[in-house]
């Protein structure tokens, strides 16, 4: 370990570029953080931080998140609530559920929850009995348990409660993914890992520990994708799942060892980084059919993981630092097949592993902002990329 230190210190020292930041194709960097030393960041990439010309964003305190909403057109800010629970990669998630009312989890003293917060009524109007991990229109959110991810998956885990028994982490039958109705706060374990695992079962499957993370809901609100993941020893294993609501139908996507990050392009397509026959790479997925298309052109200029987000016929994605510790964020149109460079960011060796700051780039409705966290300035921040005259 290191000697591997070592080594990346050194190729830092040879690679190292003479900017912090260099911007690209006419694209303008703001930082929206203010000037102090606390930590601001906003969370995971699957959703937009503004609303209405509002922003929202978390301020880190000692052992907690500040929620905090920004007026972009007056600079004015509205504290929301404290929540400590809450990690690096996805914040306290914290979205938008409409133009007045805010979700957040938090802690009550003994189980995580999630709160809704009206900002006409200016204050908690509701609190469910679960956390949330995405939310639909249609009226409910789906959750998982950040107890179990505490165990396999410390940088999605929250740390209020301690880790689970190997007798209730095993317990896969009592666990899974949790729906709650957001009108009568009813809940409902809407699949369980048991359910998932024998779902195209295989032998290994039994010596492995299992989880669930990374749900996001379809555009219509009545499907959803999530990882399956288990470890066997150290050796992780990765499937990428789909869920149909309304047929009650459950199948596994992508088998290939490594699945990461994705998006919903449409309804019936998703996009993004996994193996497939044998290959890493970019790809799109029917989940209807179950047709997978490798996206070359991306794969070719961008061949490690990111987080990709669509917007119109963009896919903006990041990357994680290279040998400069560099990352970049690069856009892909669909349609045209065009990729345009749009930023690098340094990123240090300090921050790394369970702390990292991954960019997790999430473009506005209008695709004339992209919201990033960044740590180029030695501190989390959240900043915004004007590309209003980039993305036509």
């Given amino acids: ?9 050194l190729l830092y020292i040879i690679k190292k570029k003479p900017y912090c930041y260099k911007t690209h194709n006419g ?9 102090c030393d606390n930590d601001f960041f906003y969370g995971y990439y699957d959703h937009v931080p503004e609303k209405e010309g509002r922003t929202l964003f978390h301020e880190m305190n000692n052992d907690s998140v500040s929620i905090i909403l920004r007026d972009m057109r007056t600079g004015r800010e509205k504290l929301l609530g404290v929540s400590k629970a809450f990690n690096w990669q996805m914040g306290a998630r914290t979205l938008w559920i409409n133009s007045d009312i805010i979700s957040y989890n ?10 809704f917060y009206s900002l006409k009524e200016n204050n908690i109007i509701r609190t469910y009995i679960k956390p949330l991990q995405d939310y639909s229109n249609q009226g409910y959110y789906l959750g998982v348990n950040y107890q179990r991810l505490r165990s396999y998956a410390k940088e999605y885990g929250y740390y209020c409660l301690p880790k689970l028994s190997d007798k209730d982490f095993d ?14 706060g009813s809940v409902k374990l809407l699949l369980t890992i048991r359910q998932i695992m024998n779902c195209e079962k295989e032998e290994r499957f039994a010596k492995g520990k299992h989880f669930v993370n990374h749900i ?20 992780r294993y990765d499937r990428l799942m789909y ?3 309304k047929k009650n139908v459950l199948k596994c996507l992508m088998n290939d060892k490594m699945q990461s990050h994705y998006c919903w392009m449409d309804n019936q397509h998703v996009f993004g980084y996994g193996g497939h026959q044998g290959r890493n790479g970019f790809h799109s997925i029917n989940v209807i059919t179950g047709l997978v298309e490798r996206c070359e052109e991306l794969t070719q200029i961008h061949p490690k993981d990111g987080h990709p987000t669509m917007k119109g016929n963009w896919i903006v994605i990041d990357s ?3 040998l400069g510790r560099m990352q970049e964020l690069v856009a892909y149109n669909v349609k045209t097949k065009k990729i345009i460079k749009l930023l690098e960011v340094f990123h240090d060796l300090k921050h ?5 700051c991954d960019l997790h780039p999430r473009i506005s409705d209008d695709c004339k902002r992209i919201y990033f966290d960044t740590i180029y300035q030695g501190k989390r921040e959240l900043c915004l990329l004007d590309v209003s005259k980039v993305l036509l």
């Fill in 171 to 184: 317990d896969y039958g009592s666990d899974g993914i949790w729906k709650i109705d957001t009108n009568d």
């Fill in 320 to 322: 994680y630092p290279n």
């Fill in 106 to 115: 938090d802690f009550d003293g003994e189980k995580y929850v999630c709160r």
């Fill in 243 to 245: 869920y149909d609501l």
């Fill in 216 to 235: 996001m809901i379809s555009p219509e609100g009545f499907s959803f994708i999530f990882i399956h993941r288990y470890y066997i020893g150290k050796k």
């Fill in 27 to 35: 694209s303008l960097l703001e930082t929206i953080s203010r000037d």
């Fill in 352 to 356: 790394k592993g369970f702390s990292r």
């Fill in 1 to 9: 370990m290191i000697i591997k230190e070592y080594i990346r210190r």
